[in-house]
């Protein structure tokens, strides 16, 4: 009898943390830095030029025929 005694004693007080313990739900928000970005883009105005520069004679014929 004593030991039926003692391991309910052992099973409330076991039952009785685990309670305990699963009732505390603290939980620790904290803030979001949020940094800025830098993107450099850089843009190729040699290869634009080139472009137009290949494409002229065909702007100006287009250009003939139009009028």
Not at 6 to 26: I, K, Q
Not at 44 to 62: M, P, T
């Amino acid at each position: 009898m004593k030991r039926c005694h003692a391991f309910l004693l052992l099973t409330g007080a076991a039952l009785s943390g685990l309670l305990l313990s699963c009732t505390r739900h603290e939980v620790e928000v904290k803030p979001v830095e949020i940094k800025p970005i830098h993107i450099t883009i850089d843009v190729n105005v040699k290869v634009d030029r080139a472009l137009d520069d290949f494409f002229s004679d065909i702007d100006e014929a287009a250009e003939d025929v139009s009028q």
